[in-house]
């Protein structure tokens, strides 16, 4: 049963552009949630984490808005670039393992 | 960067044959993942171990899938006799405490 889920199966923006990518999960117990950017051929990669006591966690370009209320969180990408695109994985975590969701692929347009 | 290492990169077998990937966590991680992606991106858990000890598997799918963590040698996900199925990229992560979770390149399975 999927836990975690991520509305888009692709997005595509434009360069310089903000990629809101969007996620939902159901379990109130994970309280650690990243987000992994894979590129073809490549392990995924940790971006980005937020722990569900916070409500927002940035990292240059990239934010993480959490909505414990709604059990919702998005990744927003700010000033989108080229080399972004890849595909974008949700993950939910209570101290142990990871449960993805299906991926969001990117593609930004130059 | 990940410095988690992962060999070899590609590996073809044919039914019923054994598969074995090896892992070299990154140094000072203590805990280490195994997860298979399949060609639909679909994530599954197969085991953890903290130092050599196991902390939790799933049924590992019929007994075929083994895997070690040996002290001063490489993790390694072992499958005993190969199945079409089993086709997909193996993860291995490593972690300093669980939560944060490290990936090496992964291992590219395929059984004809």
């Known amino acids: 049963q999927q836990q975690v889920r991520q509305s888009s199966q692709s997005l595509t923006v434009w360069e310089g552009e903000t990629a809101i990518l969007n996620c939902s999960y159901e379990?109130?117990?994970?309280?650690?949630f990243p987000w992994y950017q894979q590129f073809p051929g490549e392990g995924p990669a940790l971006l980005i984490a937020?722990?569900?006591?916070?409500d927002k966690k940035e990292d240059g370009r990239f934010t993480i808005f959490f909505n414990k209320r709604e059990k919702n969180l998005s990744l927003h990408i700010k000033d989108s670039q080229p080399g972004d695109s890849a595909t974008y994985f949700c993950a939910e975590s209570n101290y142990n393992v990871l449960y993805f969701g299906s991926g969001t692929k990117l593609t930004v347009e130059p | 960067n990940s410095k988690v290492i992962q060999t070899p990169r590609y590996l073809v077998k044919g039914q019923g044959q054994k598969a074995k990937m090896r892992c070299i966590p990154e140094k000072g991680h203590p805990v280490v993942f195994w997860y298979q992606q399949n060609k639909n991106n679909e994530f599954k858990f197969l085991i953890n171990f903290q130092n050599q000890e196991v902390l939790q598997q799933i049924d590992m799918t019929e007994k075929r899938f083994s895997a070690e963590c040996p002290s001063n040698s490489p993790c390694s996900l072992e499958i005993q006799s190969s199945e079409a199925g089993d086709s997909a990229l193996y993860l291995c992560?490593?972690?300093?405490?669980?939560?944060?979770?490290?990936f090496g390149p992964g291992t590219r399975l395929t059984v004809l």
């Open positions: 937020i722990r569900s006591v916070s």
């Open positions: 992560a490593s972690s300093p405490d669980r939560d944060e979770q490290y």
């Open positions: 379990n109130s117990a994970f309280d650690y």
